[in-house]
């Protein structure tokens, strides 16, 4: 069985950082050619929203969201079936549960547990 379990969300003030990680477990197959590996966050009475990942169709990939380029790098290492999220320059407006996300080259999808990233004075 496939797990993701993601670290790293916390408490920080606006214009601080936090690095989310991901770390996959389970039949390492699943992870090889996977169709997209990433970050999506989710606010209270709101669908979750991508947020950063790679995308391996077409030549591949990486995608960021308006609302987060130029403040957050997603990284990645496949080696550890691993992708992380530098989060720099927060916003009171990135507050939300963030997600990490697999979808394998079946289409089939994973979503970890999640993680609280809290920007606040």
């Known amino acids: 069985q496939v797990q993701l379990v993601e670290s790293g969300g916390g408490l920080v003030r606006p214009g601080g950082s936090l690095r989310l990680s991901c770390v996959g477990s389970g039949n390492t197959f699943t992870f090889k050619g996977y169709n997209f590996m990433g970050w999506y966050r989710q606010t209270p009475g709101n669908e979750r929203e991508l947020v950063a990942g790679f995308f391996t169709a077409n030549g591949g990939t990486t995608y960021y969201a308006d609302a987060i380029k130029d403040r957050f790098t997603v990284s990645r290492d496949g080696a550890r079936n691993s992708v992380f999220l530098q989060m720099s320059n927060l916003r009171s407006e990135d507050t939300a549960v963030y997600f990490c996300?697999?979808?394998?080259?079946?289409?089939?999808?994973?979503w970890g547990r999640g993680t609280q990233v809290t920007v606040s004075t």
């Open positions: 996300h697999l979808k394998t080259a079946n289409l089939r999808e994973f």
